[in-house]
């Protein structure tokens, strides 16, 4: 019997013994906001963490309705930062945060042809709108967050109109790129968020058609060369999968639909997936463990993956979504049910440098009353860590660490080998990789702690 073949076993029996999991007396979720539309509604993206320690995000609504900029402290502290008024966008998807300092993003509509645009937002709370999509086939509507590559540019998605969709490149100044034509045999409708792999390689999801008719896994290069790795047909999942690359390198994801359970269509599944293509479904949602997962889950520093679903869960005649965790063997665990006052976590999670998880509830029209969405904090006793950015270089590459209580750092390592190093602030140290280091974890040390990067630091040659 093979590796995977016995996750894979494990997987389908872990569905019959731990979907019913109960809260552990260290798990704690707090709702920390809810929106009311002025400050914004209907969250539907991801949070990140900036340099400052703060979680930065996206909403609708606003004063004209075209969408908010937000941040909030780990402690529950919001602030709007930014309302979109059209001509400057509509609609924002994802922010991420490069190795420049500034946050990037997406609108799905507005700007000067009313199809969408990418955009800056730096850390003064500045917005310059470096592209406005024109309406062109390819050029409507982007809304996937974008990824940063080795080569300094920006890469995302955009499902187009009248198309199957189109790859695009775009550099911090502006000038956009069309790299690749999604087509039928290829798979269409790339909506999910691509990533950045350690082979410098880009991949990301159609949401339909190939071989197998419910969408593709595919890699490109950075010049746009696109190589389909899996086909989807129900079976095996479908209808976009949202990836990760874990830290022993291979690639694990959830579905939108697929497997055994539920409708004709199934419910959906966490899947492995190896660069080169080779899949192993490690679960099948059923049900009252969820359905529909919408978001990328995250490798949390125990080295388990923790991710949402956008339905159901154990709220009985209700969809409400579940909040996940599954070991890389395919054991899940229900950690938290949604209810009909925070539903819908549609935007998956972030795993702060404090250890504890956030995310946002997109909210719905419940008993007569509009509920606008939420910001939620999830703490499972996870003890705090930090991140680089980038999270690969060559020697001399300068490097952000960004953490919890980093003044007073005595030491920085990459894979053991001593870095010299800044500290900027509580929450960011600046420093080089090192000559001699090797691929590993960078190590912090500070007067109260030793902290560990959530993965390991890949040094390129």
Request: net charge negative; proline share 5%; with cysteine.
């Amino acid at each position: 019997m093979t590796n995977r073949t016995w996750r894979k076993r494990v997987g389908i029996l872990s569905l019959l013994s731990a979907v019913t999991a109960m809260l552990s007396p260290a798990q704690k979720f707090t709702t920390l906001l809810q929106f009311n539309g002025t400050n914004g509604t209907n969250p539907s993206m991801a949070l990140v963490q900036g340099a400052d320690g703060d979680l930065y995000g996206t909403a609708g609504g606003g004063t004209a309705g075209d969408g908010t900029i937000f941040k909030i402290t780990p402690a529950g502290a919001f602030s709007t930062l930014y309302n979109f008024s059209g001509p400057d966008g509509s609609g924002p998807g994802g922010l991420m945060l490069a190795t420049d300092g500034n946050f990037y993003g997406v609108t799905g509509s507005g700007g000067a042809y009313g199809y969408g645009t990418v955009f800056k937002f730096t850390p003064q709370y500045s917005l310059t709108t470096m592209y406005s999509l024109t309406g062109s086939s390819e050029e409507v509507g982007p809304n996937s967050p974008l990824v940063e590559g080795y080569d300094g540019n920006f890469y995302g998605t955009m499902v187009g109109r009248g198309t199957n969709g189109v790859a695009f490149r775009i550099t911090s100044s502006g000038t956009l790129t069309k790299l690749y034509q999604f087509s039928a045999a290829s798979g269409a409708y790339p909506e999910t968020p691509l990533i950045l792999a350690i082979d410098g390689s880009l991949y990301g999801s159609t949401s339909s058609l190939g071989p197998g008719g419910w969408g593709t896994i595919f890699s490109m290069t950075q010049s746009g060369t696109v190589t389909q790795r899996v086909s989807f047909d129900l079976a095996n999942g479908g209808s976009n999968a949202f990836l990760l690359q874990a830290a022993n390198g291979e690639l694990y994801g959830v579905t939108f639909v697929g497997g055994p359970y539920g409708s004709i269509y199934g419910l959906g599944t966490v899947f492995e997936c190896s660069l080169d293509g080779s899949l192993v479904t490690l679960y099948d949602f059923s049900g009252p463990d969820g359905m529909s997962p919408t978001a990328p889950m995250v490798q949390a520093t125990d080295g388990n993956f923790y991710g949402t679903t956008s339905g159901i869960g154990q709220v009985p005649t209700k969809y409400f979504g579940t909040i996940f965790q599954i070991t890389p063997d395919g054991v899940l665990t229900t950690l938290h049910n949604f209810t009909d006052l925070t539903p819908f976590p549609t935007g998956g999670l972030l795993q702060a440098t404090n250890g504890s998880f956030y995310g946002t509830t997109n909210g719905s029209y419940t008993g007569g009353t509009f509920d606008s969405g939420t910001i939620f904090k999830l703490d499972v006793g996870l003890a705090s860590f930090v991140k680089t950015l980038p999270r690969a270089g060559q020697v001399d590459t300068t490097v952000s660490i960004l953490g919890t209580d980093l003044t007073g750092a005595t030491s920085v390592s990459f894979g053991g080998t001593a870095a010299t190093f800044t500290v900027v602030s509580a929450t960011e140290i600046t420093t080089t990789v090192p000559a001699g280091a090797t691929t590993g974890r960078v190590e912090v040390v500070t007067p109260s702690a030793t902290l560990s990067s959530n993965v390991p630091f890949r040094v390129l040659q």
